[in-house]
């Protein structure tokens, strides 16, 4: 580090985490959500340990049932134990929705904040493409991408990782650009100090805010995805179930046997409202002016 970097000034020191926390928790509604989304978690890494039959145990004496006490959530058209296959899928879900978004957000952050701290014709080059893509539905884009390079678990999280790095390019860049300007950026860039430096010390801890929020939102909007994909039969491939593909199952059933949409269709809406919910949280949490207002209430 040179002496330039050692003296460079930083921003002002952001609250501490206990206090985000604190009035994160503080929103019940956001505690709920919370809560359920941490319930989801714990089924994605247990549910097939716990799971009381076999995820593809095919019993076609048994096809059809309604939800009793020996099948929780009733039986599919081959015989197979929904309860079973939600809780399996659960994890399935998650991992699209999960590594997707992480995608989304590696690419997304790099191209947004280049473009918004270089600017000049590396910016209009970027943001051209980026215009490109929000130019595409992002569900006709995934599924051209899926068409293109076939129906799979790995095809769909690809899919969906690259129709959401433009989200995460454009909140990068006009975030960069927000914070490019302020005076202890504008300082360091006078005494010397490297481009690498000020990225990594001082834009990046200061829009890491918006991004959280962001990727919130986007992991309810990939699971979304994955079940728009997966009900066209785009998405996850047999015998790897997910409620997308379960969904797909149970379209040809709707009037015959309810359970079979009902269940997977009800883990999907929890999911993505609990997701919501956080993410409305965490964006009251880290706007701070709503953060003021919390505070306030707090001490009250």
């Not at 039986?75 to 989304?104: N, Q």
């Not at 790099?110 to 000049?120: A, E, F, K, L």
């Not at 893509?133 to 992002?138: D, E, G, K, Q």
Request: glycine share 8%; hydrophobic share 55%; proline share 6%.
């Amino acid at each position: 580090m040179t002496m330039s970097e050692k003296q460079a000034p930083a921003a002002a020191a952001p609250p501490s985490r206990g206090s985000l926390i604190g009035l994160l928790l503080q929103n019940k509604v956001t505690l709920a959500g919370c809560i359920v989304l941490l319930i989801v978690a714990v089924v994605a890494i247990i549910g097939p340990l716990v799971a009381p039959y076999g995820v593809n145990a095919t019993n076609v004496v048994n096809a059809l049932q309604p939800p009793s006490a020996e099948h929780w959530f009733g039986t599919d058209d081959l015989g197979r134990d929904v309860f079973s296959r939600v809780l399996v899928a659960t994890r399935v879900s998650l991992l699209v929705a999960v590594a997707s978004v992480a995608f989304a957000l590696v690419i997304g952050v790099v191209v947004g904040i280049v473009s918004g701290y270089t600017r000049g014709w590396l910016d209009t080059v970027l943001m051209r493409g980026v215009d490109v893509m929000f130019a595409f539905p992002v569900l006709l884009l995934a599924m051209a991408i899926v068409a293109i390079l076939g129906p799979g678990l790995l095809t769909t999280m690809l899919a969906i990782g690259i129709v959401y790095t433009p989200i995460f390019a454009r909140v990068t860049r006009g975030s960069t650009l927000s914070v490019a300007v302020e005076p202890f950026v504008q300082a360091s860039r006078t005494m010397g100090t490297g481009s690498f430096f000020i990225l990594r010390r001082h834009i990046l801890p200061n829009i890491t805010g918006p991004l959280i929020v962001q990727t919130s939102l986007s992991l309810a909007f990939a699971i979304l995805s994955e079940a728009a994909l997966s009900f066209l039969g785009l998405g996850v491939q047999p015998p790897q179930p997910s409620w997308g593909r379960m969904l797909f199952d149970a379209q040809g059933f709707l009037g015959l046997a309810w359970w079979m949409s009902i269940f997977p269709g009800a883990a999907i809406f929890i999911t993505v409202l609990a997701f919501n919910l956080v993410g409305d949280g965490l964006r009251d949490v880290l706007d701070p002016r709503q953060r003021t207002i919390l505070e306030a209430r707090r001490r009250r």
